[in-house]
């Protein structure tokens, strides 16, 4: 069965410095895959999302993720984080269903806190 | 409206009552999904409606919990008896039909409802 897989439950960085959160996907062909952040009380929102092509796609607040199909991953980065980055970090797969419909799988989600 | 809209923002029932929460998607979006975030968790796919394609009901978690979409627009998700374990937010999402060689878009979300089963 198709998956995704945030191992990551919590991570804390320092502000200024550098994110990486892990994404990993089981699924035997190329999925479609999104990365949205939930800020606190916010609904969700799409940072980036890749489909085909270029495999580092640019996101908006100066998001980023890279496709790397040899290790099934769509890693979420950012140089510099900001106090504003904290919330709850998802990474999503898109996927034909069983019923021939498409259908957005997500992960647990990684909660992003900052510290100054 | 602008977005999708989620009513009520928030519910509060007691165990064994019926519920029903609406989702107005974006006007256009043939698309529409229902998901469930529980404390701590992540978001757990529920109903995933197409135009007019047999919806996808393979997250739904029991016979208690079912959904509608009217005319392709309003969707209504309904949980019969309800109970301690069904208290969540109950988010909706709505896109353009993608996919199978149609342009990527994405899903836009509602606030989400807060359902608290006292």
């Known amino acids: 069965a198709q998956s995704v897989t945030q191992p990551d439950i919590h991570i804390t960085v320092s502000e200024g410095a550098s994110l990486e959160l892990r994404c990993n996907y089981s699924?035997?062909?190329?999925?479609?895959l999104f990365w949205y952040v939930q800020s606190p009380g916010q609904g969700l929102q799409l940072l980036l999302k890749?489909?085909?092509?270029?495999?580092l796609v640019q996101g908006i607040k100066g998001f980023e993720a890279e496709f790397k199909r040899s290790q099934s991953s769509f890693n979420l980065r950012k140089p510099s984080v900001h106090w504003s980055d904290a919330a709850e970090y998802f990474c999503?797969?898109?996927?034909?269903?069983?019923?021939?419909?498409?259908?957005?799988?997500f992960g647990t989600g990684t909660r992003l806190t900052i510290i100054p | 409206g602008a977005g999708v809209s989620q009513s009520p923002s928030n519910k509060v029932t007691e165990k064994g009552k019926d519920v029903e929460l609406r989702c107005d998607p974006i006007?256009?979006?043939?698309?529409l999904y229902w998901y469930r975030q529980s404390l701590g968790q992540g978001l757990e796919f529920l109903i995933y409606f197409q135009g007019n394609s047999a919806p996808d009901k393979s997250g739904l978690p029991s016979d208690r919990f079912s959904a509608e979409r009217t005319g392709g627009s309003v969707s209504t998700l309904t949980i019969q008896r309800t109970q301690q374990e069904d208290s969540a937010v109950y988010l909706c999402?709505?896109?353009?039909?993608w996919g199978q060689g149609i342009n990527l878009t994405e899903a836009f979300f509602g606030q989400g409802t807060r359902l608290t089963v006292v």
């Open positions: 999402a709505s896109s353009l039909a």
């Open positions: 999503a797969v898109g996927l034909i269903s069983n019923f021939g419909n498409e259908k957005l799988t």
């Open positions: 699924y035997g062909a190329t999925p479609y």
């Open positions: 006007s256009g979006h043939t698309a």
């Open positions: 890749y489909f085909s092509g270029d495999t």
